[in-house]
């Protein structure tokens, strides 16, 4: 079998003729002149075609004018309240009420066994917080709960829940408890 080359059997020895001259587009150059030559022509027709100025347009120009001329002077306002309202007290009735004290709780996690307690207890105590574990009898059994507090404000105890987050301890709910 013959081996054929497919590549130099493509290769002429001839060169290859260059490519044709692009030709100017006459038709679009002739169009074109034709348009701008119309436009020229329209409006050098319609040139000196507008409306006179009438009489009635100068006389409503002057009577503004004159309208602006006449106008009064703007009164100078007082103000009454500046001197009136220093005087001016305000009474009040204040009733003092108790406020409930709603103290809140951090419960981080509810454990069948003690050992898992102490475990994320351990993990709390590492984020400089004190935990405690608290069991409890449910209806299904014994609980270890792990919480944190009592908290006076809803605020510091946000702050040791993102304490928590920050360190992956995630889950921990505030809780408005009383133990």
Known sequence: MAHKDYV??????????????????????????????????????????????????????????????????????EWEFIKSLPEYTVKIEHKEQDQPTVRRLIQCGSFRTDGQAQELKAKIAFQGLEAQVKPSQGTSGKWYRVILGPYDSKRVAEKDRHTLQRAKINGCKIWNWNL
């Open 8 to 77: 130099a059997r493509g290769r002429s020895k001839k060169p290859a003729p260059p490519p044709p001259k692009p030709s100017l587009p006459w038709l679009r150059i002739i169009i074109t002149l034709i348009l701008v030559v119309g436009f020229s022509y329209f409006l050098w027709s319609i040139k000196g075609t507008a409306p006179e100025k009438t009489s009635n347009e100068d006389t409503t120009t002057e009577q503004v004018k004159s309208a602006e001329d006449t106008l009064p002077e703007i009164p100078e306002e």
